[in-house]
């Protein structure tokens, strides 16, 4: 088994609290990761991950990750898209306006 190490954004863990500042700092990897190793990058910085992926990588039970999920939807910083079918969930983050309230 591997090991996952993160690096997390000491502005985020003092606004977010380390729990969503974990969150959050992972989607942010899966998005910079797309955007630099996929042919096409990421269509408008849109990105799939799954739950199951979440729990693996960062150990949360899958209602700690919606609770996480709903915080930061409810502040703008994310949004979620089901596509295709099966539905698959696609995340969106809004970089611009984090880096706002981190300031």
């Not at 993160?6 to 797309?34: M, P």
């Not at 955007?35 to 700690?64: A, M, P, R, V």
Request: hydrophobic share 35%.
């Amino acid at each position: 088994m591997s090991e996952t190490h993160f690096i997390i954004d000491k502005r985020i863990v003092s606004v977010f609290g380390i729990k969503k500042a974990l969150f959050i700092e992972n989607l942010i990897a899966k998005l910079t990761y797309q955007i630099k190793h996929t042919s096409e990058g990421c269509k408008d910085n849109w990105f799939l991950q799954t739950h199951e992926q979440q729990t693996q990588e960062i150990g949360y039970s899958e209602y700690t990750i919606r609770q996480c999920k709903k915080f930061f939807k409810k502040l703008k910083i994310l949004d979620t898209e089901q596509r295709g079918l099966p539905s698959k969930e696609y995340y969106h983050l809004n970089i611009d306006l984090l880096n706002k309230l981190l300031k």
